[in-house]
């Protein structure tokens, strides 16, 4: 019976047997050629013995099929009763016992109409077909196979055309040959023993990796992709080809999925990955080297000479801000750890735009040496001076020929990392985060107070000294007050120790001992100058603002730390494990910064939209008065940075770090807009040792009174031991404090300066020295103030050395060596102190050691009642230095207003000549 066609269906068909006849049929294979076993197969040896008997005996099954439809219709049926699966055309079943061993394709080229002309590229694909129940599977590391292996004989080779494109359309069947029946045994298989591997959905994959492409979490996005299954499927599990649900095993494949996507291939090495995007002669070849390369300023990959793998990482970005922002301005610095999976350290170079907001202007990425035990500390200051000198030279010069130069550099306590400085930036003024100084004074005073009794003479005693410590570092401003206060202290203590009681005699050895130790703070003006109020105005006068527009903490930096390794990278923790250093710069530079930048770029946005939502509209507008400021003014921020405008917002978080009790008491994560403003007005203080909080709380407008709160006890520090000779090159070349105590690594937990000295607001801050009391003993009104005369700390030293220490620096490099100098001098008085005490632990002879104990340690070693030094100043060198400072600053005006000069264009060049120049850039 035959069945006519419309004209409709005779057309396609007329189309498909156009289409089989351009399909060239597969070349014919040798008749004579010898019948083998594929090596492609997996087969035991009992196996490969059973089949070349059977190859041998009954030879292999070959269907060759013409490009007629009967005869592509004769071989698609074929296929579908044999189990098999052709990719992208017939999906496998999971419960068929045929899997795909090797694919290959070819190029074969289709008739075309014309005789001589090549036709379309199609592919030919041959693929080899193996049952799974005559694989082996019980070999060392073989996969979990769910058939059992019964030694079958089947394999099947199948040969297809396809159009040549990713996924193309199946055109013909061209060959189906080889053993096609199973065993007797494979026949009685039935059941797997073990349950089969179930592919996800296509469509449910493509939807759960758009969600990992947006950061949804992972136990977001399971919940996600369940509700969008229920809706596709209902409440059907998966079919015989697929699953609707995702797994605990599905995470890793998507993870792997997107690291294909950004080109980051996981078979390989971090360090192979990126020698493939950084590396001159392999970059060409990477497709991501074009994305990532243009932001690597410097790249060091990984050799047995350099035993470091070193990135310099500075986008367009943060090029432009580093000229607008870093340049003869104030810059940060601090190196943290901890943010990828390898040993490295990541020092971060930060500026501050004209909203008081922490620009990151430099990342810097080196490894530790394979040997190093300690990764945070696998540097020195001559690395670090590398490192930045290849930074300064990765941002060019600007238009006007000059290298980039910052005026004033913040710090914290690392001599390393000023030291380096230094050494580039000569003229450089270098402060140090207010924060890390009191982090070192707290420690002290948890040290040396435990020898009073816990109550209320200890706490009398810490906020008689917290006093005295907020003055130094908050109100005091002139280098002989600081001495005279200091004095005045000692004096008091000193009185206070011959009085006949016990007690007061233990609150004295606990000041005094203190005192001891915080007088190396002052003996050098110096360092005096680096952490004091007036290091902060001498910057203040070279960066052209007010005292109180310059930051004095590393806060910004601090909470971009903070940032980089919690907000910015959470979406790409992969269940709370650290990301791979390749991954890590990959995201850097093409998500992580770009964000950045794009953020600060929006809240501007919407700044200059709420100031211009703030205007009436036209029709009120008329009636206002004429002198109301225009666009122009209102939607351009202020060019002045002296008056740094804090938002309502802003202002309200400060208020909230002030007031909030709770938050300075826990160890609460960082969000994304803590610590954005450094605020010299708003200051606390906080000292907790042995459940002691002594607080200092001064308002943006007044002090606060007197508040009393209980304190919470908690565990005495424990007595530090000796320092490892052998690991005093890896020592941290910084003041660490008497206790050598590690909470000084605050890389990573950094404070806003309301949680830095929360705690203290019941104290009475009258910071008056006459009005000063302790317990009603004694007033400090009731010692005379020290009286300075021309003397030394020493007075055995030599007076030339005298007016030197006294004497203030008369330029920023002489300066900052000096402050830089005496930390390591401190740090390796620390250093001498353990070791002497452990020695004398050791029944050494106190004869012997007396000779390596200097006055400083002499109570620290053999105990006793400290006495510290009174410091004195010469009054007429402290004049002298006044005088100094005048004609410096007349210098300094001079050549601002000679470098502002329009009239003489020609000058700025020369001068900026010389000085790049001085600096040896070429």
Request: with cysteine; net charge negative; charged share 25%.
């Amino acid at each position: 019976m035959s069945t006519k066609l419309s004209s409709g269906n005779r057309k396609i068909f007329t189309a498909v047997k156009d289409e089989l006849l351009a399909v060239p049929l597969p070349r014919k294979a040798n008749s004579n050629q010898k019948q083998t076993i594929p090596a492609a197969l997996d087969l035991t040896e009992e196996s490969r013995q059973l089949m070349q008997a059977h190859i041998d005996l009954v030879s292999l099954d070959k269907h060759l099929f013409l490009h007629t439809i009967e005869k592509q219709n004769e071989a698609f049926e074929m296929l579908i009763d044999l189990g098999l699966h052709v990719p992208n055309e017939i999906e496998r079943d999971v419960r068929s016992k045929y899997s795909i061993r090797t694919s290959a394709s070819s190029s074969v080229h289709a008739k075309a109409a014309v005789k001589g002309e090549k036709g379309p590229t199609l592919k030919r694909w041959v693929r080899t077909y193996q049952c799974l129940c005559g694989s082996d599977s019980l070999g060392k590391e073989r996969r979990l196979i769910s058939w059992r292996n019964v030694c079958c004989c089947s394999w099947i080779r199948v040969v297809t055309t396809h159009e040549d494109s990713p996924g193309g359309r199946m055109l013909t069947i061209d060959e189906i040959s080889g053993i096609l029946d199973h065993s007797t045994a494979c026949t009685e298989v039935q059941e797997m023993d073990r349950n089969p591997s179930i592919g996800l959905h296509p469509e449910l994959r493509n939807y759960a990796l758009s969600l990992l492409r947006d950061n949804i979490p992972l136990t977001q996005l399971q919940h996600l992709c369940k509700k969008w299954a229920m809706a596709r499927w209902n409440d059907c599990t998966g079919d015989n080809i697929s699953r609707f649900h995702l797994n605990e095993h599905d995470s890793s494949s998507l993870y792997r999925t997107l690291a294909r996507e950004r080109g980051i291939p996981q078979c390989t090495a971090a360090e192979a990955n990126l020698d493939l995007w950084f590396r001159s002669e392999a970059s060409s070849t990477s497709s991501s080297a074009a994305l990532l390369s243009p932001s690597m300023v410097f790249y060091q990959p990984l050799r047995d000479d350099t035993k470091r793998l070193v990135m310099v990482i500075v986008t367009p970005a943060m090029k432009d801000a580093a000229w607008k922002f870093g340049h003869q301005k104030h810059i940060f610095l601090d190196l943290t750890f901890g943010f990828c999976s390898a040993r490295a350290n990541l020092l971060i170079i930060m500026a501050i735009d004209d909203k008081n907001k922490g620009i990151p202007i430099g990342l810097i990425v080196f490894t530790a040496k394979p040997e190093a035990k300690a990764t945070h500390a696998d540097y020195d200051t001559k690395l670090i001076k590398f490192l930045l000198d290849k930074w300064r030279a990765g941002l060019g010069t600007n238009t006007a020929g000059s290298s980039f130069e910052p005026r004033v550099a913040t710090t914290d306590n690392d001599t390393r990392e000023r030291n380096a400085l230094q050494g580039i930036w000569s003229d450089l003024r270098q402060l140090l985060c207010m924060f890390h100084v009191w982090q070192c004074w707290k420690n002290g005073l948890n040290k040396h107070l435990r020898v009073i009794p816990k109550g209320d003479e200890r706490l009398h005693t810490r906020r008689h000294l917290a006093k005295l410590l907020m003055r130094l570092i908050k109100d005091i401003m002139d280098y002989p007050e600081a001495i005279a206060a200091f004095n005045a202290d000692i004096d008091y203590w000193k009185a206070l120790g011959r009085k006949r009681d016990g007690i007061s005699k233990l609150r004295s050895k606990g000041a005094l001992a203190f005192l001891n130790y915080l007088g190396s703070y002052l003996q050098v003006r110096s360092f005096w100058l680096a952490w004091s109020k007036a290091g902060v105005v001498d910057a203040a006068k070279q960066l052209d603002l007010s005292p109180e527009a310059v930051p004095r903490t590393n806060n910004h930096l601090e909470s971009f730390n903070g940032r980089i390794k919690n907000k910015y990278f959470e979406a790409y923790l992969h269940t709370g494990r650290l990301p791979r250093l390749d991954l890590w710069v990959h995201l850097v530079i093409s998500r992580v910064i770009p964000d950045f930048f794009s953020e600060l770029e929006d809240r501007r946005a919407q700044r200059e939209y709420l100031m211009a939502m703030r205007r009436a509209p036209l029709y009120v507008r008329d009636l206002a008065p004429k002198h109301t400021p225009g666009p122009s003014s209102l939607l351009s921020p202020d060019s002045s940075t002296n008056n740094i405008e804090i938002e309502p917002a802003d202002l309200q978080e400060m208020i909230d770090d002030i007031v909030d009790d709770e938050r300075s008491d826990s160890d609460s994560d960082l969000d994304s807009t803590s610590f954005d403003h450094d605020r010299p007005e708003a200051f606390s203080l906080e000292m907790d040792a042995d459940g002691e909080q002594c607080s200092f709380v001064e308002d943006a407008q007044e002090m606060e009174g007197v508040k009393e709160v209980e304190e919470d006890d908690v565990k005495e520090a424990g007595e530090v031991g000796i320092i490892d000779a052998s690991k005093h090159a890896q020592l941290q070349l910084r003041h660490r404090t008497p206790f050598d105590s590690d909470d000084l690594m605050l890389w990573d937990d950094a404070v806003s300066e309301g949680e830095m000295l929360h705690g203290l607001d019941y104290l009475n801050l009258e910071l008056s020295a006459a009005n000063t009391t302790s317990s009603g003993d004694f007033s400090m009104s009731s010692i005379p103030p020290a009286s300075p005369h021309l003397a030394a700390l020493d007075i055995n030293c030599d007076p030339s050395f005298r007016n030197a220490t006294s004497h203030r620096p008369r330029s920023a490099s002489l300066s900052n060596a000096q402050a830089t100098t005496m930390q390591d001098m401190l740090l390796i008085q620390d250093n001498l102190g353990h070791v002497l005490r452990r020695l004398k632990m050791l029944k050494v002879d106190d004869r012997v050691l007396e000779q390596y104990t200097t006055p400083f340690l002499r109570s620290r070693v053999f105990g006793g009642i400290p006495d510290p030094m009174r410091l004195v100043l010469d009054h007429a060198i402290d004049e002298m230095d006044r005088d100094a400072e005048k004609d410096e600053e007349q210098d300094r005006q001079t050549d601002v207003q000679a470098t502002r000069r329009t009239d003489a264009p020609v000058l700025v060049p020369q001068k900026k000549e010389r000085r790049k120049q001085s600096y040896g850039i070429r």
